[in-house]
């Protein structure tokens, strides 16, 4: 398979990193301690395309495609992990919303969260009792009139709190996946009660809550695809979801890399600098080696979406070894600064704070590893 950048992705990837760079990257300590939305930042993205960069443009969106995609959200989780999150759920919302949606609500919603008008979209599946399980959540939807009434709660709902647009999964019909659908809720939708954020180990700008529905009512037209279709396009949002983890824990990975190596060079020790000492040498090695790995299988997975291809088990390979990769290489960074790595003063601190939920969202590792078994065995 040919990875080889186009112009498109090219640039794409060079405006992420200026971006990443110049914007986000002097604040991202700043904003990780004060636990604050990074509002600005958001707009910043909004501005340069990123929040739709696999959205049409007569919606808003860049059209650059998966890999465009891919490279942006590792661009921006190189400097902040809490912004790239954000970015990667206000993308899987608009395509999911692009995909299925009416033509009014995508001409009502996709241009707001395109444009950082909507200050992001968020994706309400997960339960206090179903995560993993998702075929087990329940909420619940009824039909009166030409209004559905939702009832029910959320949980570790990425940006609920901030989110212009909510794709809602309630149970419409018995038990089990066939018996789910899904609907868009407006954040200020009556009826939907915000729980404050969680207090969170990592990536503490990007707020996590739960959500409580209360006669919360939407109009017909916001049910998303058909009657009973909501848990096939959760699985196919989630695919795509992978390739955005993946990509966000290469780039936390390459920053806790590039990180290492400069300490190795400056850090004395002995009379001569610590990348001299094998030790060293062999850990930054495997780092490098385990990252490159881990970058052209996210490539791939984001390059077989794009060609329309399919992409299940390569989205949940790259997303299970990016994962576990980047969280080595930010527990490796962390023992190389020694004691300064254990204080925020560096940064190496907090990129293993960030990373250590992608082994968790989007599918836990456990999860990965049975997508993938699956597909070896019965698909």
């Avoid at 695919?239 to 590039?258: E, F, K, N, P, Y």
């Avoid at 094998?278 to 984001?302: F, V, Y």
Wanted: charged letters at 25%; aromatic letters at 6%; hydrophobic letters at 45%.
């Amino acid at each position: 398979m040919d990875l080889r950048l186009d112009e498109t992705q090219e640039m794409v990837q060079e405006t992420a990193r200026r971006i990443a760079k110049d914007i986000l990257a002097p604040r991202a300590a700043e904003i990780d301690r004060n636990h604050q939305f990074p509002k600005e930042q958001i707009q910043a993205l909004g501005e340069a395309g990123l929040l739709g960069v696999n959205v049409p443009e007569s919606l808003g969106g860049s059209e650059a495609g998966v890999v465009s995609y891919s490279l942006a959200v590792t661009e921006i989780a190189a400097a902040c992990a809490s912004t790239s999150v954000t970015m990667a759920v206000t993308n899987m919302v608009a395509e999911l919303i692009c995909g299925f949606a009416t033509e009014e609500m995508k001409r009502r919603h996709v241009p707001k969260l395109t444009s950082a008008q909507y200050a992001a979209g968020a994706f309400g599946l997960s339960e206090p009792q179903a995560g993993s399980d998702a075929g087990a959540l329940k909420t619940r939807a009824e039909k009166k009139g030409d209004r559905w009434i939702i009832n029910g709660s959320k949980q570790w709902i990425t940006s609920g709190n901030v989110a212009g647009v909510i794709v809602v999964w309630a149970r419409t019909g018995g038990p089990g996946p066939k018996g789910i659908s899904a609907f868009l809720v407006e954040g200020d939708a009556k009826g939907l009660i915000v729980a404050p954020p969680e207090s969170k180990m990592g990536q503490r700008a990007s707020p996590t809550v739960g959500l409580t529905f209360e006669d919360c009512e939407v109009p017909a037209e916001a049910l998303l695809g058909e009657e009973g279709q909501g848990f096939k396009l959760a699985m196919i949002a989630l695919d795509g979801g992978r390739i955005g983890v993946a990509s966000q824990a290469v780039g936390i990975a390459r920053a806790a890399l590039d990180a290492s190596v400069a300490y190795a060079l400056e850090r004395q020790a002995f009379g001569k600098n610590i990348g001299s000492f094998q030790a060293i040498q062999w850990k930054l090695a495997d780092m490098a080696t385990e990252l490159e790995a881990a970058r052209l299988l996210t490539l791939q997975a984001a390059k077989l979406k794009e060609m329309g291809r399919r992409f299940t088990r390569e989205a949940s390979m790259a997303k299970l070894f990016s994962s576990e990769m980047a969280n080595r290489a930010c527990l490796e960074a962390v023992q190389i600064y020694g004691g300064y790595g254990y204080v925020d003063d560096f940064p190496v601190e907090r990129y293993l704070r960030d990373v250590r939920t992608t082994t968790i969202y989007e599918g836990s590792s456990e999860i990965q590893r049975l997508v993938i078994a699956r597909n070896l065995l019965f698909d």
